[in-house]
């Protein structure tokens, strides 16, 4: 829960840094916001559906789909669309550095080392250990039944 609010909100300052600053006229920049916000819902959509869920697409995950649809669209509308590129290119470098250095601290944070007893993915801990042993080892009270 907590990865879907943060992703939420650096997707909403990446989308609210690269059109606010760009140059563009209100009714553009409206139509920008609407085009994140659409595309937005598609994947929250598609990931509440189950089309993100491990095998839904074979052995390629599928999150690289909607990488790779992004990818596609940027690239489209930085070489076909000159008015794309200029307002990319205004953003100023100092906003642009800022979001590369958020979007590199939250890559760290998925990097957390594995301890003993406890494995990471995706920023979340899943404990190993043998339940059993870790329950007697919390709930000690001693030897139960007749002496």
Request: glycine fraction near 14%.
């Amino acid at each position: 829960m907590i990865g879907a609010i943060t992703a939420t909100a650096v997707y909403a300052v990446l989308v609210g840094v690269l059109v606010g600053f760009s140059p563009a006229g209100g009714p553009t920049k409206r139509a920008a916001f609407a085009a994140a916000a659409a595309w937005g819902g598609l994947i929250v959509a598609v990931a509440a559906l189950g089309g993100f869920a491990p095998g839904a697409t074979g052995p390629v995950p599928a999150p690289l789909f909607a990488f790779a649809g992004l990818l596609a669209l940027l690239f489209g509308g930085w070489f076909l669309s000159p008015r794309f590129r200029s307002a990319l290119l205004s953003v100023p470098l100092p906003a642009l550095v800022w979001l590369a250095v958020w979007g590199l601290g939250g890559l760290l944070c998925q990097l957390e080392p594995d301890t003993k007893g406890v494995r990471t993915v995706s920023g979340s801990l899943y404990v190993v250990e043998d339940t059993q042993e870790r329950l007697d080892r919390m709930y000690r009270v001693g030897p139960v039944g007749p002496k």
